[in-house]
Nanobody, 114 residues
Framework: QVQLVESGGGLVQAGGSLRLSCAAS????????MGWYRQAPGKQRELVAS???????NYADSVKGRFTISRDTAKITVYLQMNSLKPEDTAVYYC????????WGRGTLVTVSS
């Protein structure tokens, strides 16, 4: 049974930082890629960052240089370090993986005030 539980969201001022965590179960980082998505009000869900089983990372252009995805294999946890946050980063952030089907966490809200 795959479960993804996000944490770490909150309210932060523009220019600030947050670190999101995604605690996973039923997943092997040696096999499964992991990703962070976000959905802002009135917008479609979009990919923010991903990390493959081999450790390669990919970022949306809008967050390159500001966000970093990483993982702790022992803790089976994926992180998203977000620096230099902007009001347009305000969204619900979701953890994602695919094990035959797509799995999503419930999301964690990030609000960036100007």
């Amino acid at each position: 049974q795959v479960q993804l539980v996000e944490s770490g969201g909150g309210l932060v001022q523009a220019g600030g930082s947050l670190r999101l965590s995604c605690a996973a179960s039923g997943v092997s980082f040696r096999i499964n890629a992991m990703g962070w998505y976000r959905q802002a009000p009135g917008k479609q869900r979009e990919l923010v960052a991903s990390i493959t089983s081999g450790g390669s990372t990919n970022y949306a252009d809008s967050v390159k240089g500001r966000f970093t995805i990483s993982r702790d294999t022992a803790k089976i946890t994926v992180y998203l370090q977000m620096n230099s946050l902007k009001p347009e980063d305000t969204a619900v952030y979701y953890c994602h993986t695919r094990v035959f089907i797509d799995y999503w966490g419930r999301g964690t809200l990030v609000t960036v005030s100007s």
